[in-house]
């Protein structure tokens, strides 16, 4: 789904728009059906969605190319959707059947792609903050002109992990680009209510990283912001450190009501929904009717309900799986018996 980058001073092709309808619309319908799965308890263990944010990766991967790195955390389902991958594979990682992406061993948090370049999925809240960095690190180590992109959520960024991987990045000058996606609650907790700095892209000021909002309810915002941080980047000028201003229109997991915000909160960023701010592109241009997306819109449905059939119909993984994809070092030197 990627396409090649564009200015600031260019407009985006019929292509292009369709391409990022397309992608999100799919992106917030599979979210759907996982949510309602969840319900059923077909889907168990955690389950974080990504409804309101699709922006955030969409338009970050229409910025770059194949061959770039991307990380995240466990809200991670929508980026290897994005990437390319299967998504038959990332429901049925979902059900934890033998024919997931990770073979069913990872679930909803922890999914990899190593083909498309998805490196997780990480539980741990800010791990894979110090992991981009590295990635980062292999890719300048083997002179390519790949990229890392590094995503996190606001919560990640009181981890010392995330200073000390931004304060190695910038000293190295690291192709890495740090995207916090702000949707202003972490885990339920205001943005407002756990620090003084409420504008998250300053913390990158303090290393002289190049740091800037971004509004993530707008898909070319997105593009832009992320086109400039990668030329900076395969120049070998460094990290850039982006605050993706977004919204979650669910709770942080399944099982967070999310009392915390009020309904009039909540209708307020539904009216900068990205995939309608597309769609309304589309329409005034006439590059589409309304029926015509109607359609798509039917037809990304039934490609879901394709994916929850082959969920459905997977098998659960053998037993002896428990003892496959373990890593053993032959005559570890720590091992004395």
Known sequence: MAAKS?????????????????????????????????????IRGFCHLYIGQEACVSGAVSALKKGDKYITAYRDHAHPIALGSDPKAIMAELFGKVTGISKGKGGSMHMFDKENGFFGGHGIVGGQIPLGAGIGFAEKYSGTDNLC????GDGAVRQGAFHEALNLAMTMKLPVIFCIENNGYAMGTSVKRTSNVTDLYVLGEAYEMPSAPVDAMSVEAVHHAVAEAAERARKGDGPTLLEFRTYRYKGHSMSDPAKYRTKEELEEYKQKDPIEQVRAVILKKKWATEDELKDLDKKLKAQVQECVDFAEESDWPPASDAYTDVYEEENYPFVTD
């Open 6 to 42: 564009k200015t600031k001073k260019e407009e985006f092709s019929k292509e292009q728009y369709m391409d990022w309808f397309e992608s999100m619309l799919f992106m917030r319908r599979f979210e759907e059906k996982a949510g309602q799965l969840y319900g059923q308890q077909k």
């Open 149 to 152: 992109v590094c995503y996190m």
